[in-house]
């Protein structure tokens, strides 16, 4: 078998076998298959796309590469949650613990936030003393226990994902859907999980922006979840507006309280029932009418809050923050941004006013960037909400007063108002079962 004639072979609109993308894949991790290669066969499949046998192959070979996390000790009770990133999706906070308190076993390796989209693991270490590395072992036994661990991804999860996506990523082939799935599925088949559940985000702060290519997409991963042996589901969620009104790594742990203890934005809460629900209709297989109505039932009487508590501690958590936030530490510069007219906010660009919480501090530009945790933006105004001239639209919170008229001037330039009020738009666009 030979590279350049599987490079020849997709170029002109072939169908590649498993055998040949394991070659494929093995090949690059191992470094015997040079970029440029790798950059060609990236680039035939961006213009040739792939088939459904050759996308879930392709998945199957990257989970792979590495190590493989193996749940079987709690046979159909794991269940994983993933996003595809967004601005104050603070979600994985909430029905972690939630899924928890109901029976669901969620042995979860979240990212860091890059850009303008936070990270969960950003979060998580804004609370003091919470640790994101755990051993394989405390990993496992703290699942056993409590039913939930959420750390950074560790060990030697799908390494020819890491090494595939970097090449893409200056070779002009990120945006194919394809890789996009095989990529975002490889690293959830390599964590473990019999079940997951997709938030695949749509909207100005998300990576797909129209409904079609997020349902493409969402497609496409169900699929390779279902060809895989996963039981799977994909709820699209909007992103056309910030999720909850707090953006920044310990003002979203806040806000993830909030909900737990039956509170909070409408709009959190809702898009966190509606994964909740799918988490634990696909676990114990009842229905989603039937889950959700224990995953409210949670909210309502406290054990999904006392499970939060409880997961927190176990990592080291300093639950006095999570019991009276007010304990957080502030940021010692709060800023507000007033409207300059009357009308309609009608249109919000959300990865604008996730590039202005950046800015403030709450998220990185490059991977080395530091970052704030008490920094951020608190919405007090949003898509749809009427203003009057002078009303206090955000409120910016830095360390330093040099970074509030850059953010300042980007969260600014994120708003749209107009005379008319704005349309409202489902938070829950469509749910794709396997």
Request: aromatic share 4%.
């Amino acid at each position: 078998m030979r590279t350049i004639d599987l490079i020849e072979k997709k170029k002109r609109g072939g169908e590649l076998t498993a055998d040949e993308l394991t070659f494929l894949i093995c090949g690059y991790t191992a470094g015997e298959i040079p970029d440029y290669q790798m950059s060609a066969f990236a680039m035939a499949v961006w213009f040739n796309s792939m088939t459904p046998a050759e996308t879930a192959a392709l998945t199957d070979a990257m989970a792979k590469s590495g190590d493989m996390v193996d749940l079987s000790r709690f046979g159909d009770l794991s269940v994983d949650k993933h996003s595809t990133g967004g601005v104050g999706d603070k979600t994985t906070l909430i029905v972690a613990p939630l899924a928890a308190s109901l029976g669901c076993k969620v042995a979860k390796m979240s990212g860091r936030g890059l850009g303008h989209t936070g990270g969960t693991v950003d979060k998580l270490e804004s609370i003091p003393g919470y640790r994101t590395v755990l051993s394989p072992e405390k990993f496992m036994a703290q699942v056993e226990k409590i039913g939930v661990a959420v750390i950074g991804q560790s060990g030697n999860l799908a390494p020819a994902d890491k090494k595939l996506y970097a090449l893409r990523d200056v070779t002009a082939t990120v945006d194919c859907v394809p890789l996009i799935a095989s990529s975002i599925m490889s690293k959830k088949l390599a964590a473990g999980s019999h079940s997951i559940v997709l938030d695949v985000k749509i909207g100005s702060g998300a990576f797909m922006k129209t409904k079609e290519d997020a349902s493409r997409l969402a497609r496409e991963m169900v699929d390779i979840g279902v060809a895989c042996g996963r039981k799977i589901t994909a709820v699209l969620t909007d992103m056309d507006i910030p999720l909850g009104h707090n953006i920044g790594n310990s003002l979203e742990v806040t806000e993830a309280m909030e909900v737990l203890r039956g509170g909070g934005p409408a709009d959190l809460r809702e898009v966190s029932l509606a994964l909740a629900s799918e988490m634990v209709s696909l676990t114990w297989q009842i229905s989603p009418e039937e889950a959700r109505r224990r995953a409210e039932a949670a909210l309502a009487d406290g054990s999904a809050f006392a499970k939060a508590k409880e997961w927190i501690a176990a990592q080291g958590g300093d639950t006095s923050v999570i019991e009276d936030p007010a304990r957080f530490p502030a940021a010692p510069v709060a800023y507000e941004v007033k409207a300059d007219c009357e009308g309609f906010i009608a249109r919000m660009d959300t990865e604008a006013i996730g590039t202005a919480a950046m800015l403030l501090g709450a998220g990185r530009a490059t991977k080395e960037d530091n970052i704030d945790p008490a920094a951020g933006i608190r919405l007090v105004k949003k898509t749809g909400d009427a203003v009057k001239k002078g009303d206090v639209l955000a409120v910016l919170y830095t360390a330093d007063r040099a970074k509030i008229p850059g953010a300042e001037a980007k969260f600014a330039s994120a708003l749209t108002v107009t005379t008319d009020a704005p349309l409202t738009r489902a938070l829950v666009e469509e749910i794709i079962r396997g």
